[in-house]
């Protein structure tokens, strides 16, 4: 099943606007360095849910930063809200030392985007020295230098490198400390996961927890931080994600080590109380509920963390 090439075409979202350019490449280049991907659209392809990668609704993608002076959440926005994105909820993780925003997108065929940075001055002294050495180079915004309108441009630039790579000792001090600053000082801004919408596949399938269960069918392991499905507190919004793909990462003083790099998340967003009566093919994406719960992410972020990865 994995030379299916229908799962290896990148999710289009229609005609070749700077958005949907940039959001293909992200993707293209996503999937395939996360063979969890295309193993889960073959199996749902071969189990006749759907056809290709760009029937999955997209519910999300998240993006991790570093909050130093030019980069972080303030920087990194503006490539969204530039294309009609609109900032909403602020959620604040205090054990891990994030900041984060979700934006809704200008259409709902478009992902939610989840924006997280790591608040570098609660960190030790250490762990900020060994930070700043890499991002203390960037004296001003590179989003700045980037053309907002050309799509191309846009996917290169969040695919380059912006500081130069760590070493393992590097990346091993960081490790100890900040599981979540490690992951960004080698990955840097690398897609950090897609999200399917279980909701909207079809009966069998549309279900958290069944999804899962047909997941594991696969032989794929799932982050078990909070349980296999994160609930928020009302309920409305559960979600799973499988334990992120390990990788053979090179660093700069040429040692290797297997680290963790990207995963896929499942998400399940129920109908509000006041739209329970209508019928499942009447939902809309206005009817189910939105946004994110703070509780349910701070387990969905430990995806990367070594106690998933090596458990």
């Known amino acids: 099943m994995s030379n299916n090439p229908l799962a290896k075409q990148p999710m289009y979202f229609g005609d070749e606007t700077p958005l949907n350019i940039f959001l293909n490449i992200l993707f293209e280049r996503y999937s395939n360095k996360v063979p969890a991907v295309n193993k889960i659209t073959n199996a749902l392809v071969a189990q006749d849910v759907v056809q290709s990668q760009d029937e999955i609704v997209n519910d999300h993608i998240a993006f991790r930063t570093l909050g130093v002076p030019h980069l972080g959440i303030q920087s990194f926005e ?179 080590m297997s680290i963790a790099g990207s995963y896929v998340e499942f998400a399940e967003r129920l109908p509000l109380p006041e739209f329970a009566h209508l019928k499942p093919d009447e939902l809309l994406t206005r009817h189910r509920r939105d946004g994110f719960e703070t509780n349910n992410a701070d387990k969905i972020f430990e995806s990367t963390y070594t106690g998933q990865t090596k458990a």
Request: aromatic share 14%; glycine share 6%.
């Open 78 to 256: 503006k490539i969204f809200l530039h294309h009609g994105y609109q900032k909403k909820d602020y959620y604040y993780f205090e054990g891990k030392k994030l900041n984060a925003y979700w934006y809704a997108p200008p259409a709902d065929k478009y992902p939610r985007i989840f924006m997280s940075e790591l608040v570098v001055d609660q960190l030790s002294e250490q762990a900020q020295r060994i930070i700043h050495q890499f991002t203390d180079s960037i004296i001003a915004d590179p989003v700045d230098s980037v053309n907002l309108n050309d799509g191309a441009q846009i996917g290169e630039f969040l695919h380059q490198s912006l500081w130069a790579l760590p070493t393992k000792a590097d990346y091993e001090n960081l490790l100890q400390e900040s599981e979540y600053a490690a992951w960004v000082i080698y990955n840097r801004y690398y897609l950090n996961h897609y999200t399917i919408s279980v909701h909207a596949l079809k009966e069998g399938y549309n279900r958290l927890e069944e999804f899962d269960a047909f997941v594991e069918s696969l032989g794929i392991k799932l982050n078990t931080a909070g349980g296999k499905v994160k609930i928020s507190g009302d309920g409305l919004l559960k979600q799973s994600s499988t334990v992120a793909e390990m990788q053979d990462a090179l660093f700069a003083d040429g040692q290797t």
